[in-house]
């Protein structure tokens, strides 16, 4: 990114008569060394004007440049800023449904338009839509973060050519250093610009109904302690002052205008009427809002909002989604002249409408989402406050939290003194990039770009830690293995598998063991109840713990605790034992009886319960005496001993093994056994590891698979395949069909009349690209390369030419002929099922779809199943929409209904019901555009979007 030397270098002093903040000054230096920047800094802090240098430094230069917003209401916005600014001739505007002066030297846009126009060139290059371009500012950058949207960021950087500057403006976030390091990778030199500053001060409130407190300390790094609960913590519900009572508060103490954040459309509407009787304007304010109401209302009567007129006269507004975009526009140019008082919005406002108010009100530190009910995030929180404090206004901007039932100052403390939250990857391929990226691109250099995006980036921070931890594995690996001498992995085994069977044999005789004695247990207990007093018993057990039997007499049997008796026993150590069965462990007939025991009587003193001891006396001394010695049990079952002979035979083997050979070979097989277990621990790492970092490109492939299956992408497998198809293509030069080549819906000659696109055939484009690989690949490197390649097939050129949520399902749909015969009204209905998606069950429309309509939706179901079945098998989470309840609606607008007609017979807003009509006005543009279909199609989408496209729907830019 090298900007001539000689480039023109403008006075600041003449283009902003002021002085800039230093961060400022910083990212046009930056610029002007021919440097991308990233300006992080808080909303209202002056990023804009670091964009508006980068148009003044084109236009100097004669160069263009081009500015993207997330928001068509924005791009809007920016149109009439700068047509102010720079002159309505030098500034153009694309959206989805205006193009307004487009080869302007300052062509503003939505990002999803820059986005599509890269598509069309191989990356890096300059397409003709480019030409001259100088620098792109991507505003709000930060919509990154966007579940829904925020991949478009991200390609829109990857795409750029290098030669193009980025001047990307976001909100502080957490990890600017990781996106500016990204960019640098990714497209060029890049210098991060951030500034906490902010020229207004933010002080943060919070009210609960005993009045508007400091929320913080006055080091404002911590709860104001007045607000601390008791004890620590929140106890309960607690009571949420009203709402009159806020405005009130702010009213008494100078803080209006404000913006008051409510997060659900009734909640605005409802808190617009519960000030029924509330004026905040003075006489010259209202006389001047009854100027301008009324001059709209003359203009435009059908973009009154029903009940929300006369709280506008006294300086009270709703402002979110359900609002006609027309009714919006008046709100905010009443707010920024100071003429309405308090703005009731959904957090959309805060996405970056300029709507600057000297406090803002946050109603809620929670909110419902599709995920649950869950507590603001950080960023979220930020960037609501961030809309307090004018720059040249306020001396100070106020954020004011409300005390509700389950929330309280505890919460909003702690998101008051929180950062912003990281910049997460909302990176997710889509058919259409698919599509358009295999058009101009090789399969690989497609790969190249999906693992460029700022999630495969993240990813390889997040697992450098694991890629150490293999690394750290592979390293002991090799110790290990040099450490182990070089032995034949089948002696190893040989030996690993004697020593198996060895385990097994003991574990054989173990089990043989165990139950010789439980027989001999059995015989045991069976003889005892046979025992007369005198009999000689060996003693060993719970109740006896000696390490060898005790040889003993009988004296005496008494009752025990269960079925068996108690043996009261004199034993060889002149000791009285009364025990269990399970204490004797050998009865021993082969000694003579000792009569003297017949005369013995226990002492009084032994207690009769398994376990009691007592010394025996000088009565019982020779009778212990007499207790013989008894040898220890040498008889062996024979099954016990044949186990033995089994067992010292693997033994004998063991000793004799080769493996002694090399050294000990029980650490030699532990060895063997952790180099193994390193291997495998290495190869499960390594797969986990390709797995996630490989997440991106596998969804790519998931998403070919898909196209493949409904004959959008064509696999070739073979480059001679190609070379021949080649040299059939260029002998017909275009006049005759290619040998072989047909098509499920056109021959080559149809497919050639219905080419109404400039661009190449599928076929010509597979055929240059597979020059351009063949040229691109050294002769020693091609014998090796994969020999598949991949063309885009008719359907799928369809398909690539569609902008949507679905591409592959939008086109499929135009393919298949169900919408070819409609009528324009019939059609406008139809494309509307395609694009609509409902968010609320409730919703209804008086208004039935006619019998045409459905016919042609009843005719795409069975694709709609199909391609359902395959997304969910490839767990591809794009929306598959066919709204069949509400396209009555659209139909009736096309034959001319009027628009409060229209409203008065369903329950959407209105504001829902223009979205609805737009979205289907931006697909009916896109058909005439599409190749390879017929002309009464382009015709009868060219006449919906006239019977559609008129106010309140068009609210084109004059």
């Known amino acids: 990114m090298n900007l001539s030397s000689g480039a023109t270098q403008l006075d600041l002093t003449n283009v902003f008569p002021f002085e800039l903040d230093d961060f400022q000054k910083q990212a046009i230096a930056a610029l002007d060394a021919g440097q991308s920047v990233v300006v992080c800094a808080p909303t209202g802090s002056g990023k804009t004007l670091i964009g508006e240098y980068a148009i003044y430094r084109a236009l100097a230069r004669g160069k263009r440049v081009f500015y993207t917003t997330p928001l068509k209401a924005l791009s809007n916005q920016k149109l009439r800023d700068f047509r102010e600014r720079f002159g309505a001739d030098r500034v153009g505007l694309l959206t989805g449904d205006a193009s307004?002066?487009?080869?302007?030297?300052?062509?503003v846009m939505t990002t999803e338009i820059f986005r599509n126009m890269l598509y069309g060139t191989p990356i890096g290059q300059v397409g003709t839509s480019l030409v001259d371009v100088e620098a792109?500012?991507?505003?709000?950058?930060?919509y990154m973060n966007d579940r829904q949207r925020g991949t478009v960021w991200e390609e829109s950087i990857i795409y750029a050519p290098p030669l193009i500057q980025l001047v990307a403006l976001s909100a502080t976030i957490a990890n600017s250093d990781q996106l500016t390091d990204w960019i640098r990778q990714v497209h060029g030199p890049t210098q991060l610009v951030y500034s906490n500053f902010r020229p207004v001060p933010l002080v943060y409130h919070f009210c609960n109904p005993k009045g508007l407190f400091p929320l913080l300390d006055n080091k404002r790094k911590a709860i104001n302690s007045r607000l601390k609960p008791k004890g620590g913590?929140?106890?309960?519900?607690?009571?949420?002052?009203?709402?009159?009572?806020?405005?009130?508060?702010?009213?008494?103490r100078d803080m209006l205008p404000a913006i008051y954040f409510i997060f659900s459309r009734k909640g605005c509407d409802k808190a617009v009427a519960e000030l029924e009787h509330l004026s905040l304007v003075n006489r010259a304010e209202a006389a001047a809002l009854k100027y301008r109401i009324d001059a709209f209302l003359q203009r435009s009567p059908e973009a009154a909002r029903t009940g929300h007129i006369e709280p506008l006269y006294r300086g009270i507004a709703a402002h979110h989604a359900g609002v006609l975009p027309a009714w919006k526009g008046l709100i905010e140019e009443l707010f920024q002249e100071g003429l309405i008082k308090i703005v009731f919005a959904t957090e959309t406002l805060a996405a970056g409408i300029n709507m600057p108010a000297r406090t803002t009100v946050i109603s809620s530190l929670s909110k419902r989402t599709d995920?649950?009910?869950?507590?603001?995030?950080?960023?979220?929180?930020?960037?609501?406050a961030g809309r307090a404090g004018r720059r040249g206004m306020d001396d100070l901007g106020h954020v004011v939290t409300i005390q509700t039932p389950f929330e309280g100052a505890t919460d909003a403390a702690y998101l008051a003194t929180s950062g912003a939250d990281p910049l997460v990857s909302q990176f997710t391929p889509s058919y259409g990039m698919v599509l358009n990226l295999l058009q101009t691109h090789t399969l690989q250099q497609a790969q190249d770009l999906v693992e460029r995006s700022f999630g495969n980036y993240l990813s390889t921070l997040y697992l450098k830690p694991q890629q150490q931890g293999i690394e750290a594995l592979t390293a002991e690996l090799e110790r290990q293995r040099a450490q182990m001498p070089d032995v034949s992995p089948d002696l190893l085994t040989s030996y690993e598998k004697l020593h198996d069977r060895l385990k097994e044999e003991r574990r054989l005789l173990r089990t043989l063991m165990q139950q010789a004695r439980e027989t001999a247990a059995n015989h045991l207990a069976a003889s005892l109840s046979f025992a007369v007093a005198g009999t000689v018993l060996s003693l060993k057990g719970k109740h006896v713990p000696v390490t060898t039997p005790l040889p003993a007499v009988l004296v005496v049997k008494i009752p025990g605790s269960g079925q068996f008796p108690y043996f009261i026993c004199l034993s060889q150590t002149n000791r009285w034992h009364v025990v269990a069965v399970g204490d004797v462990v050998g009865m021993h007939p082969e000694f003579p009886r000792i009569a003297e025991v017949d005369h013995l009587v226990p002492p009084m003193e032994l207690s009769p319960r398994a376990g009691a001891v007592r010394k025996g006396d000088e009565l019982t001394l020779p009778i212990a005496q007499q207790i013989p010695d008894i040898p220890p049990d040498t008889t062996v079952p024979p099954e016990v001993q044949d186990q033995q002979g089994r067992m010292a035979a693997v033994e004998a083997q063991l000793q004799a093994h080769p493996l002694h050979e090399f050294g000990d070979p029980g650490q030699i097989v532990k060895r063997a056994q952790r180099l193994i277990k390193l291997e495998e621990d290495i190869a499960s790492r390594q797969s986990k590891l390709e797995r996630y970092s490989q997440r991106y490109w596998q969804e790519f492939l998931n998403l070919m698979e898909i196209l493949e299956y409904f004959g959008c992408l064509e696999r070739i497998d073979d480059f001679e395949e190609l070379e021949r198809e080649q040299h059939d293509w260029q002998d017909c030069n275009g006049q005759q069909?290619?040998?072989?080549?047909?098509?499920?819906d056109n021959s080559w000659e149809d497919d050639k009349l219905n080419h109404s696109s400039p661009k190449e055939s599928s076929i010509?484009?597979?055929?240059n690209l597979a020059d351009d690989l063949v040229d691109e690949v050294d002769e020693s490197v091609a014998p090796n390369m994969p020999r598949e390649r991949w063309l885009t097939t008719t359907s799928g050129e369809i398909a690539a030419a569609i902008r949507g949520d679905?591409?592959?399902w939008l086109g499929l749909a135009i393919a298949s002929g169900e919408l070819d015969a409609l009528d324009p009204h019939h059609l406008a209905a139809a494309c509307a099922a395609l694009v609509t998606e409902v968010s609320r069950p409730d919703t209804w429309t008086r208004y039935e779809s006619s019998p045409e309509v459905e016919a042609a939706l009843a005719g795409l179901r069975r694709i709609r199943r199909e391609l359902f079945k395959l997304q969910r098998r490839y767990q591809v989470a794009l929306p598959v929409w066919l709204e069949a309840d509400l396209v009555g609606l659209v139909e009736q607008w096309a034959l001319g209904v009027e628009w409060s007609d229209l409203c008065g017979n369903t329950t959407l807003d209105e504001g829902d019901v223009v979205r609805i009509l737009r979205r289907t006005v931006d697909f009916l543009s896109q058909i005439p555009h599409v190749p390879h279909i017929g002309n009464e199609l382009k015709q009868n989408a060219n006449r919906a979007i006239q019977l559609i496209d008129r106010f309140p729907v068009n609210e084109s830019v004059d």
Not at 100 to 107: K, Q, S, Y
Not at 136 to 142: T, Y
Not at 233 to 252: F, T
Request: glycine fraction near 4%.
């Open 806 to 808: 679905n591409e592959l």
């Open 233 to 252: 913590r929140q106890r309960g519900r607690q009571d949420a002052p009203s709402l009159l009572y806020v405005v009130s508060q702010l009213q008494q």
């Open 100 to 107: 307004i002066n487009r080869d302007a030297p300052i062509l």
């Open 136 to 142: 792109v500012v991507l505003d709000e950058c930060h």
């Open 371 to 384: 995920r649950g009910h869950r507590l603001l995030n950080a960023s979220e929180f930020l960037q609501m």
């Open 737 to 744: 069909p290619l040998d072989g080549y047909t098509d499920s």
């Open 764 to 767: 010509e484009r597979t055929i």
